[in-house]
């Protein structure tokens, strides 16, 4: 079975633009996350969608937005880039939004865009 | 608001040595999840613990669970330079998943 993919893997920028990320789940995995990784800092949660609706919400300005499709696939989208954004957007599905194992709680990450803005 | 609280930040130790990380959360957990992520990669699910006290075993890995669904270890018996990396917990008090914000694990030759 495939992994989540992520596309672009890699992608520079410039300050003041926008770029949109997009994320393929496991398949039969309904529900997308999104987090953003700086370097040597940990996990910072942006957003979940579970059945194309946002679900969750990080602390991140409206910079930046996302968006889940009839197929579960995702998109986040940085608008008016700055050079603080500059990190890797990590992308992970699990089955659902339960809690137990049962439901699917597992988190799978893909192997992440590489942000760069100059 | 709910926090997983994660110790150390870093952990230097000889090869062959013991390493242990924590996480403490500030609310019950119905579970509770670890992750590694090597350098340059990204997080890949370990192990995931249900049950209260509950200890499992991967090899040299060694995960709890505490009693009151509000901590967990995870620890490394003599460690090897594989074993280099970040450890994350994650917790889930509901349908959130809260990553602690990891340890990183050096390993001195």
């Known amino acids: 079975k495939a992994g989540v993919t992520q596309t672009p893997r890699y992608l520079i920028k410039t300050r003041g633009q926008q770029v949109t990320l997009s994320c393929s789940p496991i398949s039969g995995h309904r529900s997308v996350s999104w987090y953003q990784q700086t370097p040597g800092q940990g996990l910072q949660f942006l957003f979940e969608?579970?059945?194309?609706?946002?679900?969750n919400k990080g602390n991140f300005p409206g910079r930046f937005s996302g968006r889940q499709f009839s197929n579960s696939r995702s998109e986040m989208n940085v608008s008016t880039l700055e050079l603080g954004d500059s990190a890797l957007y990590l992308c992970?599905?699990?089955?659902?939004?339960?809690?137990?194992?049962?439901?699917?709680?597992?988190?799978?990450f893909g192997e992440g865009s590489w942000l760069t803005v100059v | 608001g709910q926090q997983v609280m994660q110790i150390p930040q870093y952990q230097h130790v000889q090869e062959g040595e013991d390493f242990t990380t924590y996480c403490n959360s500030s609310t019950t957990l119905s579970n509770i999840q670890w992750y590694k992520q090597r350098p340059g990669g990204h997080p890949v699910f370990l192990i995931q613990l249900v049950k209260s006290g509950e200890v499992k075993k991967q090899k040299r890995l060694t995960f709890q669970f505490g009693e009151a669904k509000k901590n967990s270890s995870l620890h490394i018996t003599a460690t090897q330079t594989t074993d280099v990396g970040t450890y994350f917990c994650a917790g889930s008090p509901d349908d959130k998943i809260i990553f602690g914000k990891g340890t990183r694990l050096h390993i001195l030759p």
């Open positions: 992970a599905s699990r089955l659902g939004l339960g809690r137990s194992a049962i439901s699917g709680n597992t988190i799978y």
């Open positions: 969608y579970f059945s194309e609706t946002q679900r």
